[in-house]
């Protein structure tokens, strides 16, 4: 077998057996010759059907002349084209997908005689990627809906915390209390909030509250909450009553989902007139008493079990205690997710630690020593966001209006 025949033999092969598109074309991009699978593709039932026609017999012009203009330009620099991706729109107004290597073609002097090329189909494939791109550009739409629907949630929270405190004068117009809260959110919006009310002439409310979990489930029940609350604290100055009456308005709208959402829930009203403090709890962390120098001491339900978070029983009664403070003493109110917050060692930072870290602040600004123990509990677990959402709340009492 000589050179040539062989030669010829290997095209062949490469011809009839190349599920990819091959085609020859000559010097005015007139087709030479092309391979079965080319004419299939074209729909032709053999390969010379297509000697001498072009790419504008087969196509629109909107892609016979982007390839008509490729293919004198590979003529004219003898540089190759590569894996180029081709749209092609056909006579009938289909649409398919190629990918195209064209390279020029030269005779045995070494002079260009025209081109040559091998595609292969990639409809399917570009089919696939345009829905994808469609679905990615929905998704991210979405996407954008949900950011900007948490970001206006997340305004929403923080113009439920307080924007002013209560005002108690005393004479020369000393305050007879101090007041003072912190917030932040374990994600984009969280389930915590306080509230801080004046009650009457010579009362005040505060309320704190956490709901299980946190994200747009929580803040939604959040909203519930604040929403009852408002009307709560202005009918109730008994904080075991406005517990009590909470827990049942809210049993039946969360008992009746499928998802059970819980809340714990902390109250406590002072008479600045007496300084008689009157607290009640349900399931919530007991909040922190300091008197004078002492160490804080979490101030219990004493001769009672530990009160349940709401709305786990629909009948519940709250207990009210009370505790009577002396000028200069402070409660303080936190939420869980401050002495829940651990280190690389998953220790908790804890109720002690807590307690170490408020008696080290006490001389500061009700302000200052909330923003203190947070950023405590923040080094201690080597960060400075935490897990869960973290609220907290108190006040100092100096004594009643003269």
Partial sequence: MDDRYATKELLANLLNHSSDNIYFKDLESHIILVNDAFARWVGRKSPDDLVGMSDFDLF??????????DEQRIIETHEPLLGVEEREVWSDGRVT?????????????GEIMGTFGV????????VAEQKLAKYAEELEHLNRQIQDDIAMADRFQKAFLPQAYPRFARDGEARTVEFGHYYKAGGHIGGDFCAIRKLSDHKTAILVCDVMGHGVRSALVTGIVRALSEDLLCAE????????????????????????VFLTACCIV?????????????????????????????????????????PLFEETQYTTCEVELSPNDMVFIYTDGL???????????????LIDSLLSRADGSVTSILSGLAEDAARFSSGPDFEDDVCMAGLRFFGSPA
């Fill in 60 to 69: 629109k012009d909107e892609h016979a002349r982007p390839a008509f203009e």
């Fill in 97 to 109: 997908w190629v990918s195209t290597s064209k390279m020029p073609l030269f005779d045995d002097q």
């Fill in 119 to 126: 595609s292969r189909d990639i409809t399917a494939h570009k």
């Fill in 237 to 260: 100055q008994d904080p075991g009553v406005l517990l009590s009456r909470m827990n049942r308005q809210i049993f039946p709208m969360l008992r009746q989902s499928e998802d059970f």
């Fill in 270 to 310: 002072l008479d600045v007139q007496s300084g008689v403090l009157q607290y009640a709890n349900a399931g919530h962390p007991p909040p922190l008493y300091l008197k004078g120098g002492q160490s804080p001491r979490p101030l219990s339900i004493s001769e009672v079990v530990e009160q349940p978070a709401i």
């Fill in 339 to 353: 002495v829940e917050a651990e280190d690389d060692d998953q220790n908790q930072y804890g109720v002690d630690r």
